[in-house]
């Protein structure tokens, strides 16, 4: 067994006293691996993601995260724990104020990699994911398909060792769709831990990695389905 | 691109209020504090003139007696330990006080004035002055003994007490420009909660976000301090020319001078300075905890 980045046991959880979402979700993410969290719109897909990229804290259970508990931790330890974690959110957000390149450069210059460096990092990539000639735009002036890949370059730039994204390809078309789940399986080989969910069936079929079916409250692995030609 | 641009800070609300507050501040401030030096620098120039603690007058008799009276007492002075220095208050002197009292024609010789010795204790020494005047009534119950003591430690009081108060003040002004740099960083923080946020989530550590907060305070507070401090400056030499004309002696040595001149250039780097301490210090309390 490969070494485990991820542990979540039993967690639940419920906004203010409404329904609970999901309750006694066990799952582990293990270094290097590849799945998608499939569930119908509502099933918490969302919020699953969000406990792991520490920006919800459950009702229940516990999560860790490369070995550290995420209720025990020092809020000061937070941040380097996030910088082990990409993350593709589902509304992109992109900040306004900056361009484009500013956007995707923004982990970099967070992590305190040089402004010079970071800009030819973030081209590159940009370049990579057809927005080459969008570097100095805004991101209100973009269409929806554009912020997503921008958002997709910013929570890849940095290389990190999970990967969290949430719809990645919802807005945009399938070449495109195929396109980035080739970036994200690129990533993936050189160790990085994806997580992604969807319930585009087009991709699960393209792409059979291990399936997390989140359905009535509590999480189901799916079986691989055959690779469609 | 700037570093100090992942938050749109420039276009704050906050912003547009806050140069306005500290431009006062600083403005009351620097007077404050210009006036808090200018009570120490004349208290020290006035303590240092003072050199005569006790007064000795000794009654005019018309016949030689006032001079034999006046020989003995010098001769008691002399020998009593404790003693820096005595002097003998001249003629002209007494003159060029009657003078600027009772006008320049005034003829001290109308006078039977009383022959004046002025005395200078040793600082480090505890002095008898019951003693000395009971010799000295001894010699003539008609000597006066007046020690100058008491009214100048009541004068000094005064001063301390004014100097304490301006400083007291200085810092209250000090600590509302802190305060309201402390509540609008914290009003900006929620006013860009949102990018806040994604900045958190894609690991920006609290000290990344206080920076961009302290870099924009910094310069906020320097420009508008500077301000303050300029208005204050001209403040400062509208009174000076104001108590020049109205012929009042409006006390301004040179090292006074370069003091102040000092006050009013640092004033804003110093008020800058605690304003982005007070800017980080709201941000880590809010993202800290």
């Given at each position: 067994m490969s070494e485990v980045i991820g542990e979540l046991l039993g967690v639940g959880h419920q906004y203010d006293?409404?329904?609970?979402?999901?309750?006694?979700v066990s799952f582990y993410i293990e270094k290097g691996s590849f799945h998608f969290i499939t569930g119908q719109s509502g099933s918490g897909k969302s919020s699953l993601l969000k406990i792991l990229y520490l920006g919800l804290k459950p009702k229940w259970g516990s999560v860790k995260l490369f070995g550290e508990d995420t209720f025990q931790i020092k809020p000061t330890l937070l941040p380097l724990l996030r910088q082990k974690i990409g993350v593709v959110f589902q509304e992109f957000?992109?900040?306004?104020?900056?361009?484009v390149i500013d956007n995707v450069s923004l982990p970099l210059r967070v992590r305190g990699v040089d402004i010079k460096r970071s800009y030819k990092h973030a081209g590159e990539l940009l370049e990579w994911v057809g927005l080459g000639d969008c570097l100095?735009?805004?991101?209100?002036?973009?269409?929806g398909g554009q912020k997503q890949r921008a958002a997709i370059a910013r929570a890849i730039i940095t290389r990190p060792q999970l990967l969290l994204a949430d719809?990645?390809?919802?807005?945009?078309d399938d070449e495109m769709a195929s396109k980035l789940l080739c970036l994200f399986e690129e990533l993936n080989k050189s160790g990085t831990a994806v997580l992604i969910t969807t319930h585009n069936q087009r991709i699960l079929k393209k792409f059979p990695y291990p399936q997390l079916a989140l359905r009535e409250g509590t999480v189901f692995q799916l079986p691989v389905e055959k690779k469609a030609s | 691109m700037n570093k100090d641009q992942d938050l749109p800070l420039r276009n704050d609300i906050a912003a547009r209020f806050v140069p306005k507050i500290i431009i006062l501040m600083v403005y009351l401030g620097t007077l404050c504090s210009t006036f808090t030096f200018f009570m120490i620098h004349s208290t020290l120039l006035w303590e240092e003139k003072l050199t005569t603690q006790l007064s000795i007058e000794i009654p005019f008799f018309s016949d030689t007696s006032s001079n034999d009276l006046q020989t003995q007492v010098t001769d008691l002075l002399q020998k009593?330990?404790?003693?820096n220095k005595i002097e003998v208050v001249s003629k002209a002197d007494m003159e060029t006080l009657f003078h600027s009292l009772?006008?320049?024609?005034?003829?001290?010789?109308k006078f039977s004035l009383p022959a004046i010795v002025d005395v200078s204790l040793n600082k480090r020494d505890t002095f008898d002055v019951e003693n000395l005047e009971t010799r000295l009534k001894n010699i003539s119950p008609l000597i006066q003994l007046i020690d100058h003591r008491l009214w100048q430690s009541q004068v000094s009081n005064l001063l301390f007490t004014s100097t304490s108060l301006a400083l007291l003040l200085t810092f209250l002004i000090l600590c509302s420009t802190l305060v309201t740099t402390f509540f609008t960083t914290r009003t900006s923080l929620l006013i860009h909660r949102k990018i806040v946020e994604v900045l958190s989530l894609i690991g920006a550590t609290p000290s990344y976000i206080a920076k961009q907060f302290q870099r924009n305070t910094f310069k906020q507070g320097l420009f508008a301090s500077s301000i303050g401090a300029f208005l204050a400056f001209l403040t400062f030499l509208g009174i000076y020319f104001l108590f020049e004309k109205a012929g009042?002696?409006?006390?301004?040595?040179t090292s006074f001078f370069f003091e102040a001149l000092a006050i009013f250039i640092l004033t804003p780097f110093i008020t800058s300075f605690f304003m982005m301490l007070s800017a980080r210090r709201a941000v880590m309390k809010a993202l800290c905890s």
């Open positions: 006293e409404g329904p609970e979402i999901f309750k006694g957000n992109l900040l306004d104020h900056l361009t100095k735009a805004y991101p209100p002036s973009l269409s719809e990645p390809t919802g807005n945009v | 009593t330990p404790g003693i009772l006008g320049e024609d005034t003829s001290v010789d009042h002696t409006f006390v301004v040595t």
